[in-house]
């Protein structure tokens, strides 16, 4: 099961679905960053399998730090339906690589129920040398709250997209230390 990581007994059924919407968002990945986004990419599906969004990151093109693919997806999601509390409506969060520190926050307080990730933050750090901050325990922890994680789905593919975004030059935006 190539390494999947996960904080309950994988379903198989979640991990094929999974695979599926991941790999179609790794692939538009160049699309976006070709508008000047990038280089993540989420979507939030219902439970039936419908999209509700689907968005990249535009820290870079909006010159705003908070405006990762998942925190902007999350406030897509929740203007779309009205709602800060996304709880109710059983929502699934996928997205090209691994939250990081300030978007595990924005999923816990968003009612998001399961979260599927491509690549893992060792290998987004490795490619990119983004920092994915501090995340002790953060598997246990969503558990503990109801949120189901699987990670490192597709993630050869994922890798190969975050070096052609480095290759290319495009910008890993992070405040000077």
Not at 154 to 160: C, R, S
Request: contains cysteine.
């Amino acid at each position: 099961m190539q390494n999947i990581i996960s904080n309950e007994k994988i379903d198989l059924n979640k991990l094929e679905k999974a695979k599926k919407i991941i790999l179609e968002l790794q692939n538009k990945m160049q699309e976006y960053v070709s508008n000047g986004s990038g280089p993540f990419v989420a979507g939030i599906y219902d439970e039936k399998g419908n999209k509700i969004v689907e968005v990249a990151n535009s820290v870079v093109a909006e010159n705003c730090s908070n405006n990762h693919a998942e925190m902007n997806a999350i406030k897509e999601a929740q203007k779309k339906l009205g709602t800060y509390d996304l709880s109710k409506y059983n929502l699934s969060l996928y997205v090209t690589a691994e939250p990081c520190i300030m978007c595990i926050g924005g999923i816990m307080w968003s009612g998001i129920k399961n979260v599927y990730y491509g690549v893992t933050s060792k290998d987004v750090e490795k490619i990119t040398g983004f920092d994915e901050g501090f995340k002790p325990s953060w598997l246990e922890e969503f558990k503990k709250r109801g949120i189901t994680v699987y990670g490192n789905i597709e993630a050869e593919i994922g890798k190969q997209e975050l070096k052609k975004y480095v290759e290319k030059g495009n910008i890993i935006y992070k405040p000077e230390r």
